[in-house]
Antibody, heavy 117, light 106 residues
Framework: EVQLVESGGGLVQPGGSLRLSCAAS????????MTWVRRTPGKGLEWVAT????????YYVDSVRGRFTISRDNAKNSLYLQMSSLRAEDTAVYYC??????????WGQGTLVTVSS | DIQMTQSPSTLSASVGDRVTITCRAS??????LAWYQQKPGKAPNLLIY???DLESGVPSRFSGSGSGTEFTLTISSLQPDDFATYYC?????????FGQGTKVEI
């Protein structure tokens, strides 16, 4: 059974940092492109970042480029999102997803990030 | 960036209805479009990929069509389990973008 389990969300002050993790099982993680998607109340679903299996390519939405870093550890079947300089508008449920040729086939249950003072 | 526009934003329907949701891209994306269903408190679920390919395990009452800039998701006979929000997403180029969502309600 495929499982993606996110962790690391929580309440953080504006300007703060947070590291999200996603533990994968039930599929060959090292061969999949992986993606972070977030859901905000006002904007619906928003693609955040995608990483190639060998970390050779990484892509970001403009609003997080330079503040967020996507990475992975294939030996640990894990995906990460390091978030810094957090803003109120980064408040969202963050999902990790396994990418099948551009469409997201596997999804975690999400982790809530709240940026507030 | 490619803008994805869904219509309608909200759709009121009854069990057994045929439902159609439209997604328009601001420029051609060939067939590089996916459709997802999301229920409250749950992760999105892939329904359709490459505009018209049904994901494994998805009921056959769901179908997708279109290419270029205009796409549709059709539910042939709405079931109680189908009341949810539906999103289109283009994967022709980065940044990948989603439509704003269509809520299907009673």
């Amino acid at each position: 059974e495929v499982q993606l389990v996110e962790s690391g969300g929580g309440l953080v002050q504006p300007g703060g940092s947070l590291r999200l993790s996603c533990a994968a099982s039930g599929f060959t993680f090292s061969t999949y492109w992986m993606t972070w998607v977030r859901r905000t109340p006002g904007k619906g679903l928003e693609w955040v970042a995608t990483i190639k299996p060998d970390e050779g390519e990484k892509y970001y939405v403009d609003s997080v480029r330079g503040r967020f870093t996507i990475s992975r550890d294939n030996a640990k079947n894990s995906l990460y999102l390091q978030m810094s300089s957090l803003r109120a508008e980064d408040t969202a449920v963050y999902y990790c997803a396994g990418d099948k040729s551009g469409s997201m086939i596997y999804w975690g249950q999400g982790t809530l990030v709240t940026v507030s003072s | 960036d490619i803008q994805m526009t869904q219509s309608p934003s909200t759709l009121s329907a009854s069990v057994g209805d045929r439902v159609t949701i439209t997604c328009r891209a601001s420029q051609s994306i060939s067939v590089w479009l996916a459709w997802y269903q999301q229920k409250p408190g749950k992760a999105p679920n892939l329904l359709i990929y490459k505009a018209s390919d049904l994901e494994s395990g998805v009921p056959s009452r769901f179908s997708g069509s279109g290419s270029g800039t205009e796409f549709t998701l059709t539910i042939s006979s709405l079931q109680p389990d189908d009341f949810a929000t539906y999103y289109c997403q283009q994967f022709d180029r980065y940044p990948r973008t989603f439509g704003q969502g269509t809520k299907v309600e009673i």
